[in-house]
T-cell receptor, first 113, second 112 residues
Framework: SAVISQKPSRDICQRGTSLTIQCQVD?????MFWYRQQPGQSLTLIAT?????????ESGFVIDKFPISRPNLTFSTLTVSNMSPEDSSIYLC??????????FGPGTRLTVL | TQLLEQSPQFLSIQEGENLTVYCNSS?????LQWYRQEPGEGPVLLVT?????EVKKLKRLTFQFGDARKDSSLHITAAQPGDTGLYLC????????????FGQGTTLQVKP
């Protein structure tokens, strides 16, 4: 299994600002995903981070709000832009390959005031 | 749109009791995974089931995949306080994109 780290582990931000979350994997992986987990709820997929091309966003999520970069096979970033209190959530990255299991990072707990 | 309905959403039981969590869909999934998540951590994979009718055991946990690959169950025997956590089922759709669809989750509390 892959070892995944995320930075920061938590942050408290002011409304209207942006936060960039980093996801680092200890090995090259085919697929990386970003999820949101709102308080007390399950996980919702935000987007698939594609290496060398634009991310593929799920319904309800747009690039202007959640820009994603994936410069190589071991690293990705998710930015939460122009934050509002509704963006307070845990943001998780995961990695996997087609037909294989996904492994999750520890998550970034974001609180927007 | 593929959906996974997970039940119950909350479960509070005494140590030693048995329990079953269900994950149901009207859609076929190529595989289904069960995760456990503790506060402040990401979900940790428990098992993946791939074949219809498959049964997998992990100590006191028994996982079953329905014959039609539309549903799954997690049964815990003699629950212990250490089993407390959020249990999530997740299915990979037939589109083979690697994307997972998650159920709503079951919050389990096992009281000593």
């Amino acid at each position: 299994s892959a070892v995944i780290s995320q930075k920061p582990s938590r942050d408290i931000c002011q409304r209207g600002t942006s936060l960039t979350i980093q996801c680092q994997v200890d090995s090259q992986v085919t697929m990386m995903f970003w999820y949101r987990q709102q308080p007390g709820q399950s996980l919702t997929l935000i987007a698939t981070a594609n290496q060398g091309s634009e991310a593929t966003y799920e319904s309800g999520f747009v690039i202007d709000k959640f820009p994603i970069s994936r410069p190589n096979l071991t690293f990705s970033t998710l930015t939460v832009s122009n934050m509002s209190p509704e963006d307070s959530s845990i943001y998780l990255c995961s990695v996997g390959t087609w037909g294989d299991e996904q492994f999750f990072g520890p998550g970034t707990r974001l609180t927007v005031l | 749109t593929q959906l996974l309905e997970q039940s119950p959403q909350f479960l509070s039981i005494q140590e030693g009791e048995n329990l079953t969590v269900y994950c149901n869909s009207s859609s076929v999934f190529s595989s289904l995974q069960w995760y456990r998540q503790e506060p402040g951590e990401g979900p940790v994979l428990l098992v993946t089931v791939v074949t219809g009718g498959e049964v997998k055991k992990l100590k006191r946990l028994t996982f079953q995949f329905g014959d039609a690959r539309k549903d799954s169950s997690l049964h815990i025997t003699a629950a212990q306080p250490g089993d407390t956590g959020l249990y999530l089922c997740a299915g990979e759709g037939s589109s083979n994109t690697g994307k997972l669809i998650f159920g709503q989750g079951t919050t389990l509390q096992v009281k000593p």
